[in-house]
């Protein structure tokens, strides 16, 4: 059962919540998992019995979509680092293949490349699926089209959903 989402709760309930292997604060904080704060009442790391709060409820749960060319990762209840993975899930052609790569290095189907980033509260994190961290070069005639999946693979605070999120685009010759 989750610490009451109150003010007058006791370190025995944050003890009976987390079970450390001393019952004192100190060891609440260190055997703590981060995911389960309250992000309302939390800054990392925990100082105070008051952090606590709400302690173990469900938590806020990241958000993942698709908007055109960007993938949309929102929701987020505090400031905290959010880890991306972006993956070259496939191209079909015709004509000529583009050219998929990442920092300037070709990439084969399967690449990933993972990608930390920071935000908070009312932050939206609208990543081009095509411009970072995958480029696709398109050098002959006819049209590739072009798969990027992501997965959000950690978070600070919040849980996010484990499946990926995949956006397919048609490339055409300049």
Do not use: H
């Amino acid at each position: 059962m989750a610490v009451p989402n109150t003010i007058t709760f006791s370190l025995q309930d944050v003890v009976d919540e987390i079970n450390p292997t001393t019952n004192d604060l100190l060891d609440c904080v260190s055997d703590a998992t981060f995911g389960s704060y309250d992000g309302s009442y939390f800054s990392s790391p925990a100082t105070s019995l008051l952090e606590f709060r709400n302690y173990g409820a469900s938590s806020v749960v990241l958000t993942l979509s698709a908007v055109g060319d960007n993938f949309v990762v929102a929701n987020a209840s505090v400031a905290q680092s959010i880890q991306l993975q972006f993956e070259y899930v496939s191209q079909t052609f015709t004509g000529n293949a583009s050219t998929v790569t990442s920092g300037g290095v070709a990439q084969s189907i399967g690449a990933t490349k993972t990608v930390n980033t920071t935000g908070g509260p009312g932050s939206i994190w609208n990543v081009s699926a095509f411009l970072n961290p995958f480029n696709v070069g398109f050098p002959g005639n006819g049209v590739a089209t072009v798969t990027i999946g992501l997965t959000i693979t950690a978070a600070g605070v919040d849980s996010f959903p484990t499946s990926q999120l995949t956006i397919t685009k048609n490339f055409f010759p300049q």
